[in-house]
């Protein structure tokens, strides 16, 4: 199954953290492509530092479920502990999209509850992706335009291998 997974890190060395968090979302699958870095606001509290964002696209024999909770797994191996919500992290791993499926456990939601508003997920994910859509039918693509305010630049990251 084709999963669409989100990086994003604020603190520490954030291009090394991307790095390292894609050398270990390589255990899960087949990686297909990942999108550019780009540097973006925070979003939600503000008061801290940007964050770099990415999307790459992963060929998994993992159940949603299983795939969520390895991502879990490798944030907290790479140091991640919760804070507030939306507040700095080391690493932020989250299930986008798993194919056309839309999913709802207790501990697992795909697509992602609040990808549509985020400009940081959608630009990655439409340039890895460009004829994705949501499992309601809705061209990802076209959800771009509700969020066009949100700013993101993208940056070159040393050892993250951009394209597919």
Known sequence: MRAAISLGA????????????????????????SSGVYETAPQGVVDQEPFYNAVVL?????????????????EKEMGRFRGPRWGPRLIDLDLILYGDRSIRTPSVEVP???????????????????????????????????????????????????GR
């Open 112 to 162: 992602h509850p609040r990808y549509r508003q985020r400009r940081f997920v959608l630009e990655p994910l439409v340039e890895v992706w460009p004829h994705a859509c949501d499992p309601d039918g809705t061209p990802v693509a076209d959800l771009l335009g509700a969020v066009s305010g949100q700013a993101v630049a993208p940056i070159d990251v040393p050892g993250w291998p951009a």
């Open 58 to 74: 992963v060929d998994t024999r993992l159940d949603p479920v299983e795939l969520v909770g390895r991502l879990l797994e490798i």
């Open 10 to 33: 604020n603190l520490g060395d954030r291009a090394a953290n991307l790095v390292s968090a894609l050398e270990r979302i390589r255990a899960l699958g087949r990686v297909e492509a």
